[in-house]
């Protein structure tokens, strides 16, 4: 089945990254079906190329002016940039860039197109595109990605989608000298999944230099798997932590990396539902922006108070705070107590698994999942 993505089509040039499998190439073949196409996983054209980058752009001279030539996985050979860069200036030619790395890009000295060239992410599928098929139990247990939500056996595809990342994203590219070091990181960094990240822990636990593991996980985000929530420093006369929080983008994602089938175990549902709320929070601010910043909150002195996510928009803050449960009691709100004195704290939130909205005290509003999730568009 085919889904409507949020993402709208775009009239200027423009970078679309994401990782593999969240359905870029099948975005734009539906979007700028007219375009030249040029796949750079094709291997023979991929070749072709990198001996003689003179063919491509040969081949874009054939486009007339104003057309659009999509370039899919761009990161595999950067130095095409320089052709588009001039056909671009030269032609007017418009061109959508795909990539599942930005890692490659980076050092080639992409900024050659800033100005020239937007930047826009695809996600896995959110609640709002699959409309009656979302299912959070599912979308907890074997993610949302595209390539595995489609699948007629999403578990399967689950554990190949892991293996094709450690063949075609890591070896083909030679991300990383030691390839046996990488895979035993993985499952580590896996149980880092909604935490406050120790690079000290998972070097210990995976056998690996401390410089090491950093540079894994600079390559976990460059390749678009997981990113780095930052701390918030409100000063509420307590010492705030510094490290950031580490989450993967997607739920199926972890469990198959540490090697997890079939239902969810209750001591994973708070981390992963945490995950979930983190990746939709952030997807849907991609799309169409609705916070400038976002943190998290927690005093050093106290691993209980922890505020999970702050919103920041202009001067006003949302504070939320994420509960697996199906129902809420008053030791479930002492982060957003502890942070009621934040200047221009907006609203303060609960998200949980249960079916009712309420409020437990004045200021503090209950929110079931349904709900956050037809809220949030519009949150502040």
């Not at 106290?302 to 001067?315: A, H, I, M, N």
Request: one cysteine or more; glycine letters at 4%; hydrophobic letters at 40%.
């Amino acid at each position: 089945m085919q889904y409507e993505r949020i993402l709208k089509p775009i009239e200027h040039s423009f970078f679309l990254f994401g990782a593999r499998g969240t359905g870029k190439s099948t975005w734009l073949k539906k979007h700028y079906s007219d375009a030249l196409y040029i796949d750079l996983l094709d291997e023979s054209r991929y070749q072709r190329y990198l001996a003689d980058p003179s063919q491509f752009a040969s081949e874009v001279r054939t486009v007339a002016e104003g057309s659009w030539v999509i370039v899919d996985e761009v990161q595999r050979l950067p130095s095409l940039l320089n052709e588009v860069h001039r056909a671009i200036e030269e032609k007017k030619i418009r061109f959508a860039l795909s990539g599942s790395s930005a890692r490659k890009l980076k050092r080639a000295g992409t900024n050659l197109l800033a100005g020239r060239v937007i930047r826009r992410t695809i996600h896995p599928f959110l609640p709002y595109e699959l409309e009656d098929d979302f299912d959070l139990d599912q979308a907890l247990q074997v993610g949302t990605i595209p390539v595995v939500w489609q699948s007629p056996d999403r578990e399967s595809t689950l554990e190949s989608y892991t293996q094709m990342y450690l063949r075609e994203e890591i070896q083909a590219e030679a991300l990383v000298r030691n390839l046996p070091s990488f895979a035993r990181f993985l499952p580590v960094a896996a149980v880092m999944h909604a935490q406050i990240l120790s690079i000290s822990s998972i070097a210990r636990d995976s056998e690996s230099h401390r410089n090491t593991v950093a540079s894994y996980i600079d390559i976990l985000e460059d390749t678009l798997l997981a990113f780095r929530l930052p701390a918030f420093e409100a000063k509420l006369r307590v010492k705030e932590r510094k490290h950031p929080k580490f989450y993967f983008i997607d739920c199926g994602l972890v469990r198959a990396l540490k090697r997890q089938r079939g239902s969810l175990a209750i001591e994973e549902k708070g981390a992963l539902f945490e995950g979930w709320v983190a990746n939709l929070i952030r997807s849907y601010n991609e799309y169409q922006r609705i916070y400038d910043e976002w943190y998290y909150w927690s005093p050093i002195d106290s691993k209980e108070t922890e505020v999970d996510f702050l919103l920041r928009q202009g001067s006003e803050f949302i504070a939320i705070e994420v509960k697996s449960s199906n129902s809420i009691s008053r030791r479930d709100l002492k982060g957003l107590k502890a942070i009621e004195k934040l200047k221009n704290l907006k609203r303060r939130i609960v998200v949980y698994r249960g079916s009712t909205r309420q409020r437990i005290e004045p200021d503090i509003e209950i929110l079931p999942v349904k709900d956050f999730i037809k809220e949030l568009p519009k949150m502040f």
